[in-house]
């Protein structure tokens, strides 16, 4: 495989791949409908532009999609008509029906497609991952995921035709580490508030192991800022995990409205050039990542009944896995 990777959008979560990509030794061609390509590659100091999406799609090897929510679809049904390996940035699609969609005309295709749940790759997730397997904790029987950042000013993130609001930009990654940990899920139990111009989500995930995950995520106007906390209770044991816990010190306040979200990228300790990396193992080698399409549907799945819950006020029913997997 030639070492030219295809970035789609250049805004938020590109100025996190970009640099991994280069990191991992690959060439890059940008192309962003929202005409910021430039700046983009300007800020990294690597890649280059492309004239459009077609001369992407026709130089590339690998395609990565990191433009908002709606035009996931289109745009991964675009790579797979050239049969590229496609990853995708959370989550994969807007709608259920469509991420339903997606992964079942990959898989027809036999083109991989990865969704981009970086979450599985931060180093404190990936620790608690592996103590829960070794046991540390015995049976898990609760967990308690926090999610929490500033409301969008601006931009397609407050359109939640087009986002999905709250409930797709934070608690997905939650939902899918819930699932990482606990199992498959059964029921959901969930509710929203919103109030001048912030929104809290609140789900209980009932497992089909009998575990229970409580899940919170937040956008607040709130001069906060970004913050995730777990914790995993189980027979023997309780793991928790706080990223304040991690700085040195703490400002809350004003001045740290416009703070962004992303880590300072390092080749060491950066979790989107594990996420890549990886990925591209499971390409080279036709092995398994650590995230798969079918993980990314599934999330979509939980998503989509906690979304049902909202709007009926009533518990939700999931399929048993074997059967959701059936008709994957």
Request: proline share 5%; with cysteine; hydrophobic share 45%.
């Given at each position: 495989?030639h070492?030219?990777?295809?970035?789609i959008?250049?805004?938020?979560i590109a100025?996190?791949?970009?640099?991994?990509w280069?990191?991992?030794?690959?060439?890059v061609?940008?192309?962003?409908?929202?005409d910021?390509a430039e700046q983009l590659?300007?800020?990294?100091?690597?890649?280059?532009v492309a004239?459009g999406?077609?001369?992407?799609?026709?130089?590339?090897a690998v395609?990565?999609?990191?433009?908002?929510?709606?035009?996931?679809?289109d745009?991964?049904?675009?790579a797979l008509?050239?049969?590229l390996?496609t990853?995708?940035?959370?989550?994969?699609?807007?709608?259920?029906?469509?991420?339903?969609?997606?992964?079942?005309?990959?898989?027809?295709?036999?083109?991989p497609?990865?969704?981009?749940h970086?979450?599985?790759?931060?180093?404190?997730?990936a620790?608690?991952?592996?103590a829960?397997?070794?046991?540390?904790?015995?049976?898990?029987?609760?967990q308690?995921?926090?999610r929490?950042?500033?409301?969008p000013?601006s931009g397609?993130?407050?359109d939640a035709?087009?986002?999905g609001?709250?409930l797709?930009?934070?608690?997905?990654h939650?939902?899918?580490?819930s699932?990482w940990?606990?199992?498959?899920?059964?029921?959901?139990?969930?509710?929203t508030?919103?109030?001048?111009?912030?929104?809290?989500t609140?789900?209980?995930?009932?497992?089909?192991s009998?575990?229970?995950?409580?899940?919170?995520?937040t956008?607040?106007?709130?001069?906060i800022?970004?913050?995730?906390?777990?914790?995993?209770?189980?027979?023997?044991?309780v793991l928790?995990?706080?990223?304040?816990?991690r700085?040195?010190f703490r400002?809350?306040?004003?001045?740290?409205?416009?703070?962004?979200?992303?880590?300072?990228?390092?080749?060491?300790?950066?979790?989107?050039?594990?996420?890549?990396?990886?990925?591209l193992?499971?390409?080279?080698t036709?092995?398994?990542p650590?995230v798969?399409?079918?993980d990314?549907?599934?999330?979509?799945?939980?998503?989509?009944?906690v979304?049902?819950?909202?709007?009926e006020s009533?518990?939700?029913?999931?399929?048993p896995?074997?059967e959701e997997?059936s008709?994957?």
């Amino acid at each position: 495989m030639h070492r030219t990777v295809g970035l789609i959008g250049a805004g938020g979560i590109a100025n996190a791949h970009l640099p991994a990509w280069l990191d991992l030794g690959y060439d890059v061609v940008v192309h962003s409908p929202a005409d910021d390509a430039e700046q983009l590659v300007r800020r990294h100091g690597g890649g280059r532009v492309a004239s459009g999406l077609g001369e992407l799609l026709a130089t590339a090897a690998v395609v990565d999609i990191c433009t908002p929510t709606d035009t996931h679809f289109d745009l991964a049904l675009a790579a797979l008509e050239h049969r590229l390996p496609t990853v995708c940035e959370k989550p994969l699609t807007r709608t259920l029906g469509e991420a339903e969609e997606l992964v079942a005309r990959f898989a027809e295709a036999g083109v991989p497609l990865f969704p981009a749940h970086v979450v599985r790759y931060f180093a404190e997730y990936a620790e608690l991952r592996a103590a829960v397997a070794r046991g540390d904790v015995g049976r898990v029987a609760v967990q308690r995921h926090t999610r929490q950042g500033r409301s969008p000013h601006s931009g397609w993130y407050l359109d939640a035709d087009r986002s999905g609001g709250v409930l797709l930009d934070l608690m997905i990654h939650d939902i899918d580490v819930s699932r990482w940990i606990g199992g498959e899920v059964e029921r959901v139990f969930a509710r929203t508030h919103a109030v001048d111009g912030s929104q809290s989500t609140q789900a209980f995930l009932t497992h089909a192991s009998g575990a229970i995950s409580v899940l919170t995520a937040t956008w607040t106007t709130a001069p906060i800022g970004f913050r995730t906390h777990f914790e995993v209770a189980g027979s023997h044991g309780v793991l928790h995990g706080d990223s304040d816990e991690r700085r040195p010190f703490r400002y809350q306040g004003e001045a740290a409205a416009d703070a962004g979200i992303l880590p300072d990228f390092s080749p060491l300790t950066s979790p989107y050039r594990a996420e890549l990396g990886d990925f591209l193992d499971a390409i080279a080698t036709g092995g398994t990542p650590r995230v798969t399409a079918l993980d990314g549907l599934q999330a979509m799945r939980v998503a989509d009944a906690v979304a049902r819950s909202v709007a009926e006020s009533l518990p939700i029913d999931l399929k048993p896995a074997t059967e959701e997997a059936s008709a994957a």
